[in-house]
């Protein structure tokens, strides 16, 4: 289908030129044709669905690019609880009895939420990763799906289990699948679950697979502790010691980072999640993510999964993520309106696996866009388009989806996925599984 | 008119029932009649609309502690800027140019968003006043309404303008009118643009008036360094010295106050407007608000000013003030959400004059609530009602707005306010006052 976006404010995410306003946007298969002020090109363009841009800002889909999608189930189910009885006596309980059929449910809830909320890609890392897949490629969203070569066996004494074979089948049954909208990269959940021996061999099974690697980094000083005593260093100097910072990685959270491990991620190109909601949530604490900026390090955005946020919205990650490290390091001008719209569109779209594919407006790129319905209060007076969005625009305002070049949501109705059906069998799941006592 | 609200799950912000699942609220005469879970009360209840609770959330109306609610005008205006360069070069400027009739353009337009994102009562303290109230009057809100008695003469050098006659009548027309919304407090500005006979002047009217002050209080370090050189001791103390704190005070942002200043604030129950997210935009720091409340201090939310912000939804602040202290003291036990949905609701209406006669939902109370909507992917499965308030809802699941007992929003409609018309005024004073280059 071939659709012309009309007389749109166009933030492009693009350095050269961020803002156009009254552009015009042609997409035909899938692919941004054109991005021009000038109507010669609509008049060549034959569109078979025209888009107007009154009131209307148009700008790359949100690429959350950390979350454990079906944890859906789990929302508000165990907030404001210390860490351990967090972790130990709700989540891992509730996450044990989850089914497959319980996570691909799980895993539509959030990309109903997720699409509703203008993201158009995600990174997930979950149990049942099969049925995250079938998911993902009913619903047209983009993902980056990682697949663990060594499983965990929680049964009694935690055993790690050779699954190097399932992991590879997962990666050539899935990446590139989907019309491209699908990568996979390798899991390493992290230090605490690994031991040394699996970093090594998932490190070189990413390499061996042309493919990244999706971690946890740093998360908590609890990691960092346990990763000095077990490994007699930090998990960044373990991680750079077994190789995995040598494929490309993407790595949730890095709070606990110190100057030298700036220094390595830097040199080693990884991609660092920041993922202010849930750090803050979790008391975690706060990523130097200025000081990561400051070095060039690629900064973007997830939400973590909902039992520790508890939603899947990028515009709040926006929001806070622009907000908190001005607060904490009493300085206003830190991470402006313009690089944190940067770190939740093409900084993600890098990170994630989609370079050069997606995350920017202009000639040749996958079409991931989404228009915002800015003819709102809270939206009025429209001094500028950037700020708006990243301070003041809601969730909410997204009103159209479009990914790889098919329109996911108009007028916020969702059309790959049967809204009704994902929530009445979300609540059914929750009621079984859950023990809300 | 006589209003029944049918099989609610209802958050009563109550000490005695938070949460009441399948109840039922009547309201007559702008008052609550009954909250119950039977059906007795139901059959002697006279209705004239009834309001089916079927996925549906009831609570009291949140309370905006602090905000300039005219500045909408400058939203977006000027952001990621040194407070000096901002404050001096951008803001001041543009304020110098609004007329009286701008004032209320932007007021109105404010309550316009504070109504649509489930904010029923507001703490405003800004130009003109009398232009403020008459839109309060108009578009059915509650209010809390601050007047200076002394006017800044900001030609050349500043020189305070004696207006306590002003002040006098702006109380004598206003508080306690348009039955009962409106409060009128006295402002004092703040200990830079008040001398210290201005604030003891100002405290000795509010006596004698019976009525409160609005002020900001150690927003900045700026203003600590300031008040230390101007009276040899910092704002919360020469405020104690000038009696300011012998009335009902409304102080916003208490950032950098030392141990015996929350000490003070305790003895004197001054109640305290925390804004975060304006204190974490403008590097102004972060309150000590779990000292506060550990003390048992008052604390409310507010928004702040549009361009500090840069909205008015109060469930950014509920959002972020449950997760930034947790972050920053690495606690997740802090804050939690019942505590966070009370400073919304019930401590602010406290705050700003008007406790005992709303924010909690029970039998007496004045009806300000709103309902929202949860039949909504983000807010699925529904595992914790409270939790999903103010961890997952966004201000866009607010349906319907009761203020006082009337219907100021239905089906996210407004009643009173013309929004296409006010969001059109306010472009066209943006578009005349603001030098946007």
Not at 60 to 86: K, Y
Not at 118 to 128: K, R, S
């Amino acid at each position: 289908m071939n659709i012309l976006l009309k007389n749109m404010t166009i933030i492009t995410c693009d350095n050269t030129s961020m803002l156009i306003k009254n552009g015009n946007i042609g997409i035909a298969n899938g692919i941004i044709e054109f991005v021009s002020t000038n109507n010669d090109e609509i008049q060549k363009f034959e569109a078979d669905r025209i888009i107007d841009g009154k009131n209307r800002i148009v700008m790359p889909g949100l690429v959350n690019s950390h979350t454990h999608g079906a944890m859906t189930i789990l929302r508000n189910f165990a907030d404001d609880l210390a860490l351990e009885e967090w972790l130990f006596k709700k989540i891992f309980p509730a996450e044990g009895t989850l089914t497959p059929e319980d996570v691909y449910g799980g895993t539509m809830l959030a990309m109903a939420e997720m699409i509703k909320s203008g993201t158009t890609a995600f990174a997930d890392m979950y149990l049942h990763m099969e049925d995250v897949a079938k998911a993902v490629v009913e619903a047209g969203i983009r993902a980056n799906l990682c697949r663990t070569p060594f499983k965990l066996n929680s049964g009694g004494k935690a055993v790690l289990i050779d699954d190097r074979q399932g992991c590879i089948e997962y990666h050539r049954n899935l990446h590139n699948a989907a019309n491209g909208r699908i990568k996979v990269y390798v899991e390493i959940h992290s230090t605490y679950l690994f031991d040394e021996q699996a970093l090594k061999d998932a490190a070189e099974l990413a390499k061996q697979l042309n493919t990244g690697i999706h971690t946890h980094l740093l998360e908590t000083t609890g990691e960092l502790e346990f990763s000095i005593n077990k490994y007699g260093m930090n998990s960044a100097e373990i991680y750079e010691k077994c190789g995995v910072f040598d494929v490309p990685t993407l790595a949730a959270h890095c709070v606990h980072l110190k100057d030298s491990d700036i220094e390595v991620l830097k040199l080693k190109g990884v991609n660092v999640a920041h993922n202010p909601t849930s750090n803050l949530k979790l008391g975690s604490g706060i990523a130097r993510i200025p000081d990561m900026l400051e070095k060039g390090i690629n900064i973007c955005l997830g939400t973590d999964g909902t039992a520790s946020n508890n939603n899947l919205n990028m515009f709040e990650e926006m929001h806070i993520a622009a907000l908190l490290h001005k607060g904490v390091h009493m300085n206003p001008v830190l991470i402006n309106a313009k690089e944190t719209i940067k770190m939740a569109t093409v900084n993600g779209a890098k990170a994630i696996g989609f370079d050069g594919e997606t995350g920017v407006i202009k000639k040749g790129m996958k079409a991931d866009l989404i228009i915002l319905d800015v003819d709102k209060p809270h939206l009025c007076p429209m001094n500028d388009p950037v700020s708006a969005v990243v301070y003041s625009a809601q969730a909410s305002d997204v009103d159209t989806v479009i990914i790889d070049g098919n329109i996911l949501m108009e007028n916020r109705q969702l059309k790959t996925i049967d809204e009704e059906l994902v929530k009445y069998k979300v609540k059914q799941i929750a009621e079984k599984r859950l023990n809300r006592d």
